[in-house]
């Protein structure tokens, strides 16, 4: 697949700020609270919640139970679109319902293939990583999400019933 033009997958830095609050502002807007692949809830020093995304993925001050997790900002002309989150490892919680890489898009940028093109360079992180393969899930209620695993090589593992919100989960398993 080839990747859209214009856009690139950083690592989250304080020049982005502003970018940033406007992405989840618009989440805001929207009522979406929770901003899958966000890594952690945002702080009010910008700041401090950059060196923490930093340190988790270093694996320094994880919270008891977390795993080293790398986020990135789609970016295209200085706007964020999307952001992921790509977990070093598994733990039994996130090989049930969560998997390696949650990730989310803007609102108002959902549709024009920018969460596919998103998932495909997190895909060259986590191969950099040295992962063989990669879980990702998404709810069966969600199928804009399904089908942007199914075109990275998202192969339907099996459906489960989600002990953190009831709702029915998709397991995919992509090989690397």
Same mark, same amino acid.
């Given at each position: 697949?080839?990747? $859209?033009?214009?856009?690139?997958?950083?690592?989250?830095?304080?020049?982005?700020?502003?970018?940033?609050?406007?992405?989840?502002?618009? #989440?805001?807007?929207?009522?979406?609270?929770?901003?899958?692949?966000?890594? &952690?809830?945002?702080?009010?020093? #910008?700041?401090?919640?950059?060196?923490?995304?930093?340190?988790?993925?270093?694996?320094?001050?994880?919270?008891?139970? @977390?795993?080293? /997790?790398?986020? !990135? @900002?789609? =970016? *295209?002309?200085?706007?964020?679109?999307?952001? *992921?989150?790509? $977990?070093? /490892?598994?733990?039994?919680?996130?090989?049930?319902? +969560?998997?390696?890489?949650?990730? *989310? &898009?803007?609102?108002?940028? $959902?549709?024009? +293939? !920018?969460?596919? /093109?998103?998932?495909?360079?997190?895909?060259?992180?986590?191969?950099?990583?040295?992962?063989?393969?990669? =879980?990702?899930?998404?709810? %069966?209620?969600?199928? /804009?999400?399904?089908?942007?695993?199914?075109?990275?090589?998202?192969?339907?593992?099996?459906?489960?019933?989600?002990?953190?919100?009831?709702?029915? %989960?998709? $397991?995919? @398993?992509?090989? =690397?």
């Amino acid at each position: 697949m080839k990747v $859209r033009e214009g856009i690139k997958l950083i690592e989250p830095c304080e020049e982005l700020a502003e970018a940033y609050l406007d992405y989840v502002k618009e #989440f805001s807007a929207a009522e979406e609270g929770y901003i899958h692949g966000s890594g &952690v809830e945002l702080k009010d020093d #910008f700041g401090e919640f950059v060196r923490l995304l930093q340190d988790y993925a270093k694996g320094i001050n994880l919270p008891e139970g @977390w795993v080293p /997790a790398s986020t !990135y @900002w789609l =970016l *295209s002309e200085g706007r964020v679109l999307g952001v *992921s989150n790509l $977990r070093h /490892a598994l733990t039994e919680f996130l090989l049930r319902e +969560g998997g390696h890489i949650g990730y *989310s &898009v803007r609102p108002s940028e $959902r549709g024009k +293939g !920018y969460g596919t /093109a998103m998932v495909r360079l997190v895909l060259e992180k986590a191969k950099e990583l040295g992962l063989e393969k990669v =879980l990702i899930t998404c709810d %069966k209620d969600n199928p /804009a999400s399904a089908q942007v695993i199914e075109k990275n090589g998202g192969k339907l593992d099996n459906e489960l019933v989600s002990k953190e919100s009831g709702k029915m %989960k998709q $397991r995919y @398993w992509i090989e =690397l």
